[in-house]
């Protein structure tokens, strides 16, 4: 269960109510009224102070623990402006009220707590009421009550709370609930009269009451609202009068307005959803009227729905979109996401880098042990091509032997053998290279002729040339000898 504390005041007393909130249920655990002491600020810092210690002195002796706080502010605390504007958007309310503020209301600024009650829309435009109260006064509010363990939850508008607090309850009133009735709210010297109309209030107006004849002065305030209006316009037929407290206690009822009007009482101990804990001393519950617009503001926080005037919250012009925010955390999520990639790639780098160096030096002793014994692997793997080409290399010079000139008609000055595949040729499987000095070219040609002969062999076309030195052998030759498969 939430507790909560409603409190509101005027010149010379503070109305205070402690209840428990529970599925949309009220419990007034405490009531009552203490007097406010130096509100001319002499002992205290401000007005707020004073109210503010008044109220701590009385949660202290009832041992009212800390709890948020609603507050209703009287008509002495507000700035009224009634306003007509011209067909325009609801969101467009706000920004024209402020403008128009500014200008009509000296001493005004842009940062002090503006709200306002659509009284009447219609194709002509809108009827508005606007309450105003300074920065100054709301921030010395929620600080000192704040401070004492109080902090304000709503700060709202004691006329607008009792109106509410009729609106929520419809079933209650005597006629139909559309119909326009006239609200009268008494709270000391101060009267609130609202009017309510297709559920809503349709205007408003608070004055006070001289000291000497109260109730007449009340009767006759009701008679001429019913006559002229509470702003100047054409006065609704209102042909019923609320009021809170019990009718046997009421003193109104000796001076009743000419008009003729229903009278109905409304007491806020008495209201659907709201119950009294026995412990709360009787001699409050003798005043109703007293604590109606406490009543109000807890029923308005148990229903969880917004207040029609409240300043800690006031309707505001909707600002436009503020993309920084989102792009701020956009920017930060990105450099965490990037942060942490550059992070895992660094970790990859490394053990990608840790196995580079291992296989580098693995490589390293391979290549130096391969280095060791590579001149003998050379020697083997020549030494099994060799043999691999299956040639017989005496018998090859053998057949040479035999065909090869005497020496005095050609002499071979350097022999070098190839083992084969020769020029890719799987054909020949090796070749021997001559060359030397020839008597005649025909020699040669002869050579040629006999190796072709035994199916054996094939000779590259010789190339003689001209010998220098002369001599015996005047020619020079070059020729390549073909041993096929």
């Given amino acids: ?38 509100q001319d600020g002499s002992e205290y810092e401000s007005p707020a102070d004073s109210i503010a210690m008044a109220i701590h002195a009385v949660c202290k002796e009832e041992k009212i623990g800390s709890c948020p706080l609603l507050i209703s502010l009287g008509r002495n605390d507000v700035e009224w402006i009634q306003q007509k504007f011209p067909p325009s958007k609801d969101s467009e309310i ?18 002090d707590p503006l709200d306002y009650m659509i009284l009447e829309k219609s194709d002509d435009g809108y009827r508005i009421l606007a309450l105003l109260i300074s920065q100054s006064y709301r921030k010395s509010l929620t600080r000192t009550f704040r401070s004492l363990g109080y902090p304000p939850a709503h700060i709202g508008f004691r006329a607008a709370n009792v109106a509410e607090l009729v609106l929520q309850n419809p079933a209650l009133l005597e006629g139909e609930p559309a119909e326009p009735h006239l609200i009268v709210n008494v709270v000391g010297n101060d009267v609130d009269l609202i009017i309510i109309a297709n559920g809503s209030i349709a205007a408003v107006r608070s004055f006070r009451l001289p000291a000497e004849r109260q109730q007449q002065n009340l009767a006759d305030e009701i008679e001429r609202t019913l006559t002229i209006g509470l702003d100047g316009d054409e006065p609704l037929t209102i042909q019923h009068l609320v009021l809170f407290g019990e009718e046997s206690d009421s003193e109104l009822l000796t001076h009743p307005p000419r008009s003729g009007l229903k009278v109905q009482y ?10 009294v804990s026995k412990n709360v001393c009787d001699s409050s519950l003798r005043e109703p009227e007293m604590f109606a617009p406490l009543i109000a503001n807890l029923l308005i926080q148990s229903h969880k729905i917004k207040p029609a005037i409240d300043f800690l919250h006031p309707k505001e012009a909707a600002k436009p979109t503020n993309y920084t925010r989102p792009l701020v955390l956009a920017l930060v999520l990105l450099g965490i996401i990037c942060g942490g990639l550059y992070h895992w790639n660094q970790q990859e780098i490394g053990k990608i880098e840790a196995e580079l160096a291992s296989t580098q030096k693995t490589h390293q002793e391979v290549a130096s042990r391969l280095q060791q014994h590579s001149p003998l692997y050379q020697i083997l793997w020549n030494t099994q091509y060799w043999e691999m080409q299956n040639v017989v290399w005496l018998d090859v010079l053998k057949d ?83 041993r096929l498969r």
């Fill in 266 to 275: 409304l007491n806020p101990f008495t209201l659907p959803n709201v119950s």
């Fill in 1 to 38: 269960m939430a507790k909560f504390l409603a409190i509101d005041w005027d010149e010379t007393e503070c109305r205070y109510a402690v209840a428990t909130l529970q599925h949309e249920k009220i419990t007034v655990r405490n009531l009552g009224i203490t007097p406010v002491m130096s």
């Fill in 94 to 111: 706000p920004l024209l009220l402020k403008n128009q503020v500014l200008r009509e209301v000296s001493g005004s600024t842009e940062a």
């Fill in 400 to 482: 040479l032997s035999e065909v090869l000139p005497s020496g005095t008609d050609l002499v071979v000055v350097q022999m070098t053998l190839e083992t084969g595949p020769i020029n890719n040729n799987p054909q020949l499987s090796g070749s021997i290279s001559l060359s030397g000095m020839v008597r005649d070219p025909s020699v040669l040609h002869k050579l040629q002729n006999d190796l072709h002969s035994s199916g054996r062999y094939r000779v590259q076309q010789p190339t003689p040339r001209q010998n220098p030195a002369g001599g015996g052998y005047p020619w020079l030759f070059n020729t390549t000898i073909y």
